[in-house]
């Protein structure tokens, strides 16, 4: 998988378990194994930018979070 795929399932999946609040950067970075630089020549927005991609990956591939980044799912019952 490359890695802006793989930033961007768990991201997704921190997201949906702790909330878009719940969840900053260096989790997203520990869980990725990757280095800050790395995460922003991906998203040079940063947290916004992964937060919308997140939301929009979510939707388009038919397990939205029901309107909000705030949801309350496990990686477990992300199918």
């Known amino acids: 998988m490359e890695t802006k795929s793989l930033i961007i399932d768990i991201a997704t999946t921190l997201f949906q378990q702790k909330g878009f609040i719940g969840v900053g950067i260096n989790e997203i970075l520990n869980a990725c194994n990757l280095s800050r630089a790395s995460f922003y020549h991906h998203f040079p927005k940063g947290k916004e930018e992964i937060t919308k991609i997140s939301y929009n990956h979510r ?21």
Request: hydrophobic letters at 25%.
């Open 59 to 79: 939707s388009h591939t038919g397990n939205g979070l029901g309107g909000t980044i705030t949801g309350c799912l496990t990686a477990q019952s992300v199918k």
